[in-house]
């Protein structure tokens, strides 16, 4: 059983000193929540550059390691960091670990023996008591041991992290979530960017039907939010559709796209957000052209981001799978406004004149006005 679990988060380390110590102060509180949550009993302490969770709860490490800005944790021992304490416990670890050879694996932050030493003697002091063999290359068991000036930490695995930076590092924004696979994997990548959210849903009944889905996926998204409140905004957007698709059916989801731009446009102010998130990923359906990325967003004032957009389908559903949310988006129908050919090289005058003719402006304005706001 191991006495405290040491998080690791690479890139904040990088950071200058106030940053550092302002994004530190959020992970821990996002850790505290976590654990909290999770039910677990612990203490936190920070030194150069780790967070560590005193706990014998083995359930820490694997709460530390979805928490937002967390690179790796390891479930660690801490003794003082001498090498006699050090090879005791390295002994105690081998003689409790199933059977084979076996490596150290030494790092050193201070202390006046070197990395190398710690790893011949503690490697040798392990050898006689257990008669282990020594593999460096492959071995069936490893003990990394890590000095520094106060104590030394041992553990034998490093668990990858969720990666990213501490929820609420940067600002807010608002995702367009659909209720298909792509946009709550495109939320989830800037929340581990960063970036708290509000999520903003179309409800395009009778056209497609997907409110529930989105609002389950919001609940999971909620659950990596470490305990931030994740606001549900919903506006119906049924008489926009009607509208576009009756007057120039092949234009349609270019022009229904640029109402709901400016619709979340709103929403973004009202949520004090600073940007839009979507699931585009390029090419994946005919829509998703540059051309019309281009026609969709031309003249809006707000930066949208596309974090998927240069990924894979088989990549996004293996995030999506991971982040819990794959099986509710399953079976999500498309919209049955989609034009059976839709217009994939949209030219920015005849979107703009269209935009125009049908005031699509006044009404988000007054669609964004109806919008309603759940608590998840
Ligand atoms: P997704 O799987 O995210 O629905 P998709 O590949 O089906 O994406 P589209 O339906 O063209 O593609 O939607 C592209 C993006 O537009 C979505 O990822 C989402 O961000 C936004 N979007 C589409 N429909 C809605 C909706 N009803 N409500 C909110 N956002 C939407
Ligand atoms: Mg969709």
Redesign the pocket.
Known sequence: MSELVLVRYGEIALKDRWTRSAWERILEANLAHDLREAGVSYRLSRTGGRIFVHTTDERAACVAARVFGVVSVSPAWSVSPDIASISSSAVELARAAPPGSFAIRARRSAGAISSQEIAVEVGSSVQQATGRPVDLSCPKLEIFVEARQDHAFLFQEILPGVGGLPLGSQAPMV??????????V?AWTMMRRGCPVSL?????RPY?D?LSQ?RRCAQVLQRWASGRRINFVVVN?SRGIGLIASKNPRAT?VLC?RL?YRVATEIMHREGAVGL?????LG??A??TPENIMAEQVGLNAAIYHPLIGMDKTEIVDLARRIGTLEI?EE?K??TAVPSKPMTKARLDVVLELEKEMDLIGLARELAEEAEVERI
């Open positions: 995702a367009l979530l659909s209720g298909g696979i792509d946009s709550p495109a903003l849903h179309f409800d395009a497609a997907s989105a957007n989801c796209r709901m998130i979507t699931g585009y990923s994946q359906v829509s998703q988006t999500t498309s919209c």
